[in-house]
C-alpha cells in the first residue's frame, strides 16, 4: 500500500453531564472494501460510516481501497452521541496519506458532521473540553456553532471551524482563519427560561416574601400552600431574583449541565450563552416520572434536579406528583447531589 496505514485522533464523547476522552485508532489494511467500527460504538456513532464517506466526498477524496477499522478507545466505555465524526474523518484521512499523522498530535477533535461537509455542534463540547483541559490538552477544533460555549472553558486554545475542509487545511497548515466578527458570543436563555422578573412587582405578601428571602438566604427548601390564584406561581417565579449572579466556575458548571443535556439555546445559525452568572428556574409538570426527575433512562441523561444545578426547582401541584417521585426526592434533599 502507498498510503500510511495507521493514524490516531483524540476525541470524547459525554456520559450524564461528565466528558470523557476517546482515542480514535484507524487501520487501512487489504482485504475488500469494509468500514468497520469497533470499541462499543452507539447507534449514533454506527451511522457516522455514512456521514464521514459523505462529507469526504465533498472534499473530493474517497474512501482507501481495502478493510478500514476504526476502534475507539477505550473498548470498556460506551461511545453516544455525535461528535466523534470529526476526528474519525480526520484520522481516515491522516491514514490514506491525505494528512500528515503529526497534524493530528496534540489536538482534541469535536463535532458532528454533515452531508455536505459541514461541521455541528454536538451535545456535551463543553464537558469534552472540561476533561480535555484536566488530561493536560491545550488545543481543541470545535464547532463554529460550538465556539461561543466552549469560550467559557479557560486553559485551551481553541479554533472553531464551520467545514470539515476548514478543520483538514487549519490542522494541515498548524494555522487556523480568525473567527469572523459576527460570530461572537450573544446572550441567549434557554429555552422554557423566564427573564425579566423580578420581586419588586409583587404586591403585598409579606409573609411570602419573607419567607423567600429566608429560603434565599440559607438555602432552605420551601412549601407555599393556598387557594387558586393567590399568587404562589408568581412568587416562586421571582426567587431567582433574590440570589445572587454566579461566579464564573459555578456558571461554567449550570452550561456544562445544559450543553451536555442540549438542552442550551443556540442551534445551527444562532450561537449563544445564558448571561453570566444566571442561575437556571425549573418547572416540570406535574406527571414528571422518575426518570425525568433524578435522570438516566435508557439514554443517561440529567434529569429536573440537575438541570436546576445552583437554581431552583418548582414542583407545582406537588400532592399530584406520583408516590414514586416523591420517594425519589429523599435522598437528593438530603444529601444534597444526585448519583
Same mark, same amino acid.
Given at each position: 500500500?502507498?498510503?500510511?496505514?495507521?493514524?490516531?485522533?483524540?476525541?470524547?464523547?459525554?456520559?450524564g453531564i461528565d466528558g470523557h476522552l476517546v482515542e480514535v485508532e484507524?487501520?487501512?489494511?487489504?482485504?475488500?472494501?469494509?468500514?468497520?467500527?469497533?470499541?462499543?460504538?452507539?447507534?449514533?456513532?454506527?451511522?457516522?460510516?455514512?456521514?464521514?464517506?459523505?462529507?469526504?466526498?465533498?472534499?473530493?477524496?474517497?474512501? !482507501?481501497?481495502?478493510?478500514? #477499522?476504526?476502534?475507539?478507545?477505550? +473498548?470498556?466505555? !460506551?461511545?453516544?452521541?455525535?461528535?466523534?465524526?470529526?476526528?474519525?474523518?480526520? $484520522?481516515?484521512?491522516?491514514? +490514506?496519506?491525505? /494528512?500528515? #499523522?503529526?497534524?493530528?498530535?496534540?489536538?482534541?477533535?469535536?463535532?458532528?458532521?454533515?452531508?455536505?461537509?459541514?461541521?455541528? +455542534?454536538?451535545?456535551?463540547? @463543553?464537558?469534552?473540553? @472540561?476533561?480535555?483541559?484536566?488530561?493536560? &490538552?491545550?488545543? $481543541?477544533?470545535?464547532?463554529?456553532?460550538?465556539?461561543?460555549?466552549?469560550?467559557?472553558?479557560?486553559?485551551?486554545? &481553541?479554533?472553531?471551524?464551520?467545514?470539515?475542509?476548514?478543520?483538514?487545511?487549519?490542522?494541515?497548515?498548524?494555522?487556523? !482563519?480568525?473567527?469572523?466578527?459576527?460570530?461572537?458570543?450573544?446572550?441567549?436563555?434557554? $429555552?422554557?427560561?423566564?427573564?425579566?422578573?423580578?420581586?419588586?412587582?409583587?404586591?403585598?405578601?409579606?409573609l411570602a416574601r419573607r419567607a423567600l428571602e429566608v429560603a434565599a +438566604?440559607?438555602?432552605?427548601?420551601?412549601?407555599?400552600?393556598?387557594?387558586?390564584?393567590?399568587?404562589? #406561581?408568581?412568587?416562586?417565579?421571582?426567587? !431567582?431574583?433574590? /440570589?445572587?449572579?454566579?461566579?464564573?466556575?459555578?456558571?461554567?458548571?449550570?452550561?456544562?449541565?445544559?450543553?451536555? $443535556?442540549?438542552?442550551?439555546?443556540?442551534?445551527?445559525?444562532?450561537?449563544?450563552?445564558?448571561?453570566?452568572?444566571?442561575?437556571?428556574?425549573?418547572?416540570?409538570?406535574?406527571?414528571?416520572?422518575?426518570?425525568?426527575?433524578?435522570?438516566?433512562?435508557?439514554?443517561?441523561?440529567?434529569?429536573?434536579? #440537575?438541570?436546576?444545578?445552583?437554581?431552583? &426547582?418548582?414542583?407545582?401541584e406537588f400532592a399530584e406528583l406520583s408516590q414514586e417521585v416523591v420517594?425519589?426526592?429523599?435522598?437528593?434533599?438530603?444529601?444534597?447531589? @444526585?448519583?
Open positions: 500500500m502507498s498510503f500510511l496505514a495507521f493514524a490516531r485522533a483524540l476525541g470524547g464523547v459525554v456520559l484507524v487501520h487501512v489494511g487489504p482485504g475488500l472494501p469494509e468500514f468497520r467500527l469497533v470499541g462499543l460504538p452507539g447507534a449514533a456513532v454506527r451511522e457516522s460510516r455514512d456521514r464521514v464517506r459523505a462529507a469526504l466526498r465533498q472534499l473530493g477524496v474517497s474512501l !482507501p481501497a481495502g478493510r478500514i #477499522t476504526v476502534n475507539l478507545a477505550p +473498548a470498556r466505555l !460506551p461511545k453516544p452521541g455525535s461528535g466523534l465524526d470529526l476526528p474519525i474523518a480526520c $484520522a481516515v484521512m491522516a491514514a +490514506a496519506g491525505r /494528512l500528515p #499523522t503529526r497534524a493530528l498530535e496534540g489536538w482534541l477533535l469535536v463535532g458532528e458532521l454533515s452531508l455536505d461537509g459541514s461541521v455541528r +455542534a454536538s451535545d456535551g463540547t @463543553v464537558s469534552v473540553l @472540561v476533561a480535555a483541559r484536566q488530561a493536560g &490538552l491545550r488545543r $481543541a477544533v470545535v464547532p463554529l456553532e460550538s465556539w461561543p460555549a466552549a469560550r467559557l472553558v479557560d486553559g485551551l486554545a &481553541l479554533q472553531p471551524v464551520a467545514t470539515l475542509a476548514q478543520a483538514v487545511e487549519g490542522l494541515a497548515r498548524g494555522r487556523f !482563519p480568525p473567527v469572523p466578527p459576527d460570530q461572537e458570543p450573544q446572550q441567549r436563555w434557554p $429555552a422554557g427560561q423566564t427573564a425579566g422578573l423580578d420581586l419588586a412587582e409583587v404586591r403585598g405578601h409579606a +438566604a440559607g438555602g432552605h427548601p420551601l412549601m407555599l400552600v393556598g387557594p387558586p390564584g393567590s399568587g404562589k #406561581t408568581m412568587l416562586a417565579q421571582r426567587l !431567582p431574583t433574590l /440570589l445572587p449572579p454566579l461566579d464564573r466556575q459555578r456558571w461554567l458548571e449550570v452550561v456544562q449541565v445544559y450543553t451536555a $443535556a442540549g438542552r442550551l439555546v443556540g442551534g445551527p445559525g444562532a450561537p449563544g450563552v445564558p448571561p453570566a452568572g444566571w442561575r437556571p428556574f425549573r418547572s416540570p409538570h406535574h406527571s414528571l416520572t422518575r426518570a425525568s426527575l433524578v435522570g438516566g433512562g435508557s439514554r443517561l441523561a440529567p434529569g429536573e434536579l #440537575t438541570l436546576a444545578h445552583r437554581g431552583v &426547582l418548582f414542583l407545582d420517594d425519589a426526592l429523599r435522598e437528593p434533599m438530603e444529601e444534597g447531589w @444526585v448519583t
